[in-house]
């Protein structure tokens, strides 16, 4: 549409022009023939006045009856005929002047007309010439900001291969930071079971030597420790893979909170730590109630071991925006240069305890966001490593029932 518009627009400004052109002939023309016919007049009146003075009062009455409009300009007796003159030769030397003229307002107009069609042909093929340029940058890597200059065709198709690239830089970075993501939890998973592999093989070795319930308890926590790491590593790989589906139904923050506890109920009676989760009016959230729970368990079990209090808090709210979740305890709080990388994969601070793989707080982070959610660590202002959970509401008109994959 915008071409057919642009070619309006020149076939327009081509035709205003011409006519203009042949309205500045015509009133050159018009000014010449008035002064020919003046001179004209002049001589003959000048003669017939120079051989016969008398005639000066008829012609003075001639001239005046001519000019008020009295007479039409054809006289009652056609005297040049009779004397054998023709309109062809007062107008001879007149015509080819005349035809000069429109000849000129023609080939102004066609001059203006080839001058406009080559400019735009230039001007295209600058811009053609421009995109293949920086297309050609693109390619070999170096492309700068593609700008836009008009409103023409050329500039929507700027504006879309800028688009296109700068999507395709993106699908690039993104594909370069998955392959280096890629080995380093390759790395850190062959870390991360190197480990316990070292532990049961050295502990399978002094059984040999002599059998010991201590060894056999090592093997059975190292194994446990696998179990953990193989299990955390498949969530996360369904995660990644968009293979994992949420149930997204109505439940209770409060009855998450207690299921997160009870399932922990042995860690928590063997490290003697309490949990305290208050009742505070029924609030619930659009989640998955099984795979949030988890996503608490990791919280509660980060504060129970790294807290140097004996209770792990709850607390929870509601407001017309989000439901928000708190999960603290009464230890040391984060170290500050620890919090930006707490939620990295199998990131462990400097104070963590041993046997921890840090791949729990990482699958917290994927499973709560990929509900609407936010998580964040902080630490509280009377002490304390705290968690932040808020459960977005969901837009008007969203389904809250059904299946979300991720």
């Not at 498949?234 to 968009?242: I, T």
């Not at 607390?315 to 990295?344: C, M, R, V």
Request: overall charge negative.
């Amino acid at each position: 549409m915008s071409g057919r518009k642009n070619t309006i627009m020149i076939f327009g400004l081509v035709l205003s022009v011409s006519l203009m052109a042949c309205a500045v002939s015509v009133a050159v023309a018009s000014y010449h023939y008035n002064r020919l016919q003046f001179d004209i007049l002049n001589t003959i009146c000048g003669k017939v006045a120079e051989q016969k003075p008398e005639t000066q009062t008829i012609i003075s009455a001639a001239l005046k009856e001519y000019t008020v409009g009295i007479v039409d300009g054809t006289g009652k007796n056609d005297i040049l005929s009779t004397l054998g003159y023709r309109r062809s030769d007062f107008s001879g030397s007149s015509y080819g002047q005349s035809l000069l003229l429109v000849m000129t307002g023609f080939l102004s107009g066609v001059s203006l007309f080839a001058f406009t069609f080559l400019y735009r042909n230039k001007t295209e093929a600058m811009r053609i010439q421009a995109l293949t340029d920086y297309l050609e940058q693109v390619n070999i890597g170096r492309a700068a900001v593609l700008s836009v200059s008009g409103e023409d065709g050329f500039s929507k198709l700027e504006d879309e291969i800028y688009k296109t690239v700068t999507s395709l830089y993106q699908t690039r970075d993104r594909a370069v930071q998955a392959k280096n993501d890629f080995a380093e939890n390759l790395s850190n998973i062959a870390h991360q079971i190197k480990t316990p592999i070292t532990a049961i093989s050295l502990s399978l070795q002094m059984m040999k030597q002599d059998i010991d319930r201590g060894h056999l308890k090592q093997v059975e926590k190292q194994l446990l420790r696998l179990t953990r790491l193989e299990e955390a590593l498949l969530a996360l790989s369904r995660l990644d893979a968009g293979t994992l589906f949420l149930q997204k139904d109505e439940a209770d923050v409060f009855t998450i909170l207690v299921l997160a506890a009870d399932n922990l109920q042995e860690l928590f009676a063997s490290s003697g730590i309490s949990v305290d989760i208050p009742e505070l009016g029924e609030m619930t959230v659009a989640v998955d109630l099984d795979w949030t729970m988890e996503a608490v368990m990791n919280l509660m079990k980060n504060c129970m071991e790294h807290g140097n209090g004996k209770t792990v808090h709850c607390s929870y709210a509601q407001n017309p925006l989000y439901t928000e979740i708190l999960i603290w305890d009464d230890g040391e709080g984060f170290l500050k240069e620890d919090i930006p990388h707490l939620f990295e994969r199998f990131y462990r601070g400097k104070n963590a305890k041993e046997g921890g793989i840090g791949i729990g707080l990482a699958l917290s982070k994927e499973i709560i966001e990929r509900q609407n959610g936010t998580i964040r660590a902080k630490n509280r202002l009377d002490g304390g490593a705290c968690f932040e959970i808020r459960f977005y509401r969901l837009e008007k008109g969203e389904n809250r029932n059904g299946n979300l994959k991720v």
